[in-house]
T-cell receptor, first 114, second 112 residues
């Protein structure tokens, strides 16, 4: 089945530790995105990538980093500089970077602090 | 970053009732999308709207792209228990590399 796979489903971070969330898609989509969702709130954009080897900061990029070495993969690292990392993280992809292409989402990773 | 105003924030309805929710913005969008999110899962696309005034249906769901391009509406007819979840609107603007601006969500609960 084609889709977006996020792993792990649940992740725990210790103080001062970096953790990496995985996002893989087999939809052959050019564009990929990372969002953060806090309880009772909408989605806020962390980073996005329109094409391989290119990515841009979203609205809340501080304390996060990404890479896009392969078309199908867009991992997100939550660094120790992110002081409030507890949230639900969602990865999405769309066919390309043009307006009008809906984004499709993975099932998320819930990150908590130990 | 901007978030769209979505109302109502939550709704409690009885099975069989119709539901209406809306999303408004101070700026113009070229595409409106409606998503549904179940607990612990990612949002699933319900309906996409591409033209001002467009009315599109998906089963019991109907959504409209406002003629001012600053709002959108979602209606659910004859609600059933599996309609429970959070409904999000999202807008896209030209020249923003398909970035989405999300609404704050409408939480729908259905009683039997």
């Amino acid at each position: 089945d084609g889709g977006i796979t996020q792993s792990p489903k649940y992740l725990f971070r210790k103080e001062g530790q970096n953790v990496t969330l995985s996002c893989e898609q087999n939809l052959n989509h050019d564009a990929m995105y990372w969002y953060r969702q806090d309880p009772g709130q909408g989605l806020r954009l962390i980073y996005y990538s329109q094409i391989v080897n290119d990515f841009q900061k979203g609205d809340i990029a501080e304390g996060y980093s990404v890479s896009r070495e392969k078309k199908e993969s867009f991992p997100l690292t939550v660094t120790s500089a992110q002081k409030n990392p507890t949230a639900f993280y969602l990865c999405a992809s769309s066919v390309d970077r043009l307006v009008g292409q809906p984004q499709h989402f993975g099932d998320g990773t819930r990150l908590s602090i130990l | 970053g901007q978030q769209l105003n979505q109302s109502p924030q939550s709704m409690f309805i009885q099975e069989g009732e119709d539901v209406s929710m809306n999303c408004t913005s101070s700026s113009i969008f070229n595409t409106w999308l409606w998503y549904k999110q179940d607990p612990g899962e990612g949002p699933v696309l319900l309906i996409a709207l591409y033209k001002a005034g467009e009315l599109t249906s998906n089963g019991r769901l109907t959504a409209q792209f406002g003629i001012t391009r600053k709002d959108s509406f979602l209606n659910i007819s004859a609600s059933i228990p599996s309609d429970v979840g959070i409904y999000f609107c999202a807008g896209q603007k030209t020249g923003t590399a398909s970035k989405l601006t999300f609404g704050t969500g409408t939480r729908l609960q259905v009683t039997l």
